[in-house]
T-cell receptor, first 112, second 116 residues
Framework: SQQGEEDPQALSIQEGENATMNCSYK?????LQWYRQNSGRGLVHLIL?????REKHSGRLRVTLDTSKKSSSLLITASRAADTASYFC????????????FGQGTTLQVKP | NAGVTQTPKFRVLKTGQSMTLLCAQD?????MYWYRQDPGMGLRLIHY???????AKGEVPDGYNVSRLKKQNFLLGLESAAPSQTSVYFC???????????????FGPGTRLTVL
């Protein structure tokens, strides 16, 4: 069964606007990761946040984690057309195996 | 470094045929994973390996077998393909030792499989 649920399923914004995607999960985690997938391509790792962290930044990306609500959000600031892709959150319950459990993803379209 | 490579990129099978998908990584990673991606389902873990000579079942292992005879290679086999196995298959690897990047998975470009 899917661990994560993402919201919204699809998002369309204008270039320059911010995009926010949310992810909820069901069980306690070791860490949560966000990946990007361009159409027809493999997944690319964006950012990892550990269960004892609340916020992380990487360039135009900001990720938050609220373990009490079992939720995370990914904010992309000043979006560009090149950010058009699907974004997936994935949780890791055990670092011993490192198994990723993916959500269904959010499809982001950034219009020029 | 090529990273993670997958062979073949595309394949069409008839029901009942068998095939092997090859995943290779040149990063000396301990952990390797096979996922399948279906429309609207996200990725689901089929099998994984925590080191050379080891394999374990993931979420959806039925109908698949795997082998990790060499550290750099992880093979996914379909013994008798079924239309339900039509999907895009992704391989990934992870370093697995402690440290900041140890938990990051690196994905291959995928294999698109159609079973008629």
């Amino acid at each position: 069964s899917q661990q994560g649920e993402e919201d919204p399923q699809a998002l369309s914004i204008q270039e320059g606007e911010n995009a926010t995607m949310n992810c909820s999960y069901k069980t306690s985690i070791n860490n949560l990761q966000w990946y990007r997938q361009n159409s027809g391509r493999g997944l690319v790792h964006l950012i990892l946040i550990r269960s004892n962290e609340r916020e992380k930044h990487s360039g135009r990306l900001r990720v938050t984690l609220d373990t009490s609500k079992k939720s995370s959000s990914l904010l992309i600031t000043a979006s560009r057309a090149a950010d058009t892709a699907s974004y997936f959150c994935a949780t890791v319950i055990s670092s011993n195996t490192g198994k990723l459990i993916f959500g269904q993803g959010t499809t982001l379209q950034v219009k020029p | 470094n090529a990273g993670v490579t997958q062979t073949p990129k595309f394949r069409v099978l008839k029901t009942g045929q068998s095939m092997t998908l090859l995943c290779a990584q040149d990063m000396n990673h301990e952990y390797m994973y096979w996922y399948r991606q279906d429309p609207g389902m996200g990725l689901r873990l089929i099998h994984y390996s925590v080191g050379e000579g080891t394999t374990a079942k993931g979420e959806v292992p039925d109908g698949y077998n795997v082998s990790r005879l060499k550290k750099q290679n992880f093979l996914l086999g379909l013994e008798s393909a079924a239309p339900s196995q039509t999907s895009v298959y992704f391989c990934a690897s992870r370093r697995g030792t402690s440290g900041g990047a140890a938990d990051t998975q690196y994905f291959g470009p995928g294999t698109r499989l159609t079973v008629l």
